[in-house]
């Protein structure tokens, strides 16, 4: 579908962002599993629980609009993801297959932000739409979001800092 005009890039737009919440719920199990820092492994855990809620909102939208949220695929989300499964098959051929390490949990930190930093700029455009186009209660779930989203951003950098990279440095 072609957009034709603001309402029309809303909809493809947050059809972009359902995908890609729909492919992190399934991926960040997967990073939890791997991260052998318990404080990185519950940040994983808890954004799992908030992103759930994020799909669930996209969700409220779309009803509204009485449209369905599929339809679409993230290849950018598909892309990060990939990297980050690739990075965790090579970490385990450099580290062993059942060596958890502070290098691997600094490796998921990275792919993890950049995750964040997808989702930031992609709700901040679909934020702007809905305050445009005056859909108040939307731009309130969608900021809803985004503050998550930082809060996660942040967190992982405070891990990484704190803990994680300099454990890295002699691992
Ligand atoms: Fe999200
Ligand atoms: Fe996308
Ligand atoms: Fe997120």
Not at 63 to 92: N, V, W, Y
Not at 108 to 136: M, N
């Amino acid at each position: 579908m072609t957009p034709k005009n603001l309402e029309d890039l809303y909809v493809h737009q947050l059809r972009d962002l359902y995908s890609a919440e729909t492919l992190i719920i399934d991926a960040l199990p997967r990073m939890a599993k791997k991260a052998s820092n318990p404080q990185l492994r519950k940040a994983f855990e808890m954004h799992l629980e908030e992103t759930k809620q994020q799909k669930e909102r996209l969700d409220q939208i779309f009803s509204r609009m009485d449209i369905s949220p599929k339809g679409q695929t993230c290849k950018a989300m598909k892309g990060l993801i990939a990297e980050a499964e690739d990075f965790i098959d090579e970490a385990k051929k450099l580290f062993g297959s059942d060596s958890p390490s502070a290098v691997l949990d600094a490796g998921l930190i990275a792919e993890a932000q950049r995750v964040e930093h997808y989702e930031i700029s992609a709700y901040g455009t679909v934020a702007t739409y809905a305050e445009t186009l005056g859909l108040h209660s939307d731009h309130q779930l969608l900021s809803a979001t985004i503050a998550e989203e930082k809060k996660t951003d942040s967190m992982l950098s405070d891990l990484a800092k704190t803990m994680v990279n300099p454990a890295a440095v002699t691992a």
